[in-house]
């Protein structure tokens, strides 16, 4: 049986982002599902993840983007029989980390200097990317245009999603793959190489000159590691 895969975007984006690697992936007739991180909290986010994936029958290779591997790195690993983790543009987390601690752990992330803090009635706080901001700061490789587009249509996090301690990683009981931008402004390729390299990610790519948005960018060279990823329980 053909893995599905389950796609799980990351803060300032939403399931759109995933559209040029959906399309990608339908034309191999693979099962796909982008779905919705509520992106309020990590705990709680994994386990709208979790309970999405026990919904799933048979094998389910889950993808995530930056915030996003934060979620699929503590999604359940009794939630459905996951089979491959892949990191695009993505935090892996070790437990006790956040996303934020590893912001802070190698440098190059202009992220902070970017985010517009909201005070919610519920003592929370949303952060969304500065919309004259967005563009460089988000998809530098990116048409303006669209650009633009997703700057508008950003969803935003909560702080304490950032801040919120991961548990025992998933990465450490299923093969992962990784694939992120030489020109990450959020997440430093030093750093995504670090957390790739603790992973035992089975494949490690950088694309030359590539943003933070590699989904949006380069949805082939992101959909073909996915690919990669799902082919492997066809061959265990």
């Known amino acids: 049986m053909e893995p599905t895969i389950v796609l799980v975007h990351g803060a300032f984006a939403e399931s759109a982002s995933w559209d040029g690697v959906v399309d990608t992936l339908l034309e191999t007739s693979h099962p796909v599902i982008a779905a919705a991180n509520p992106l309020r909290g990590l705990a709680s986010d994994a386990a709208a993840i979790s309970d999405l994936v026990a919904t799933i029958d048979g094998p389910v290779v889950l993808v995530g983007h930056s915030y996003g591997g934060m979620v699929i790195t503590n999604v359940s ?8 983790l892949v990191y695009v543009a993505a935090f ?72 919120e301690p991961s548990g025992d990683p998933l990465w450490k009981h299923v093969p992962s793959w990784f694939v ?14 670090h957390m790739a390299e603790r992973a035992g990610g089975r494949r490690r790519i950088e694309v030359p000159g590539a943003s933070h948005a590699l989904s949006v ?17 066809a061959v265990a």
């Open 92 to 163: 892996a987390p070790k437990a006790g980390e956040s996303a934020f601690t590893l912001a802070g752990m190698c440098p190059g992330s202009t992220l902070g200097e970017a985010l517009e803090p909201t005070p919610r009635a519920d003592g929370l706080t949303d952060l969304t990317i500065i919309r004259d901001r967005f563009h460089a700061q988000f998809c530098a490789d990116v048409p303006a245009a669209q650009a633009a587009r997703m700057a508008i249509t950003q969803r935003p996090v909560t702080q304490e999603a950032l801040v």
């Open 77 to 84: 690993p009794d939630a459905g029989e996951i089979t491959g």
């Open 180 to 193: 992120w931008g030489e020109e990450d402004r959020n997440i430093p390729a030093a750093l995504e190489h």
């Open 217 to 233: 960018a380069h949805p082939r060279a992101t959909a073909h590691l996915i690919r990669e990823a799902a082919a492997l329980h």
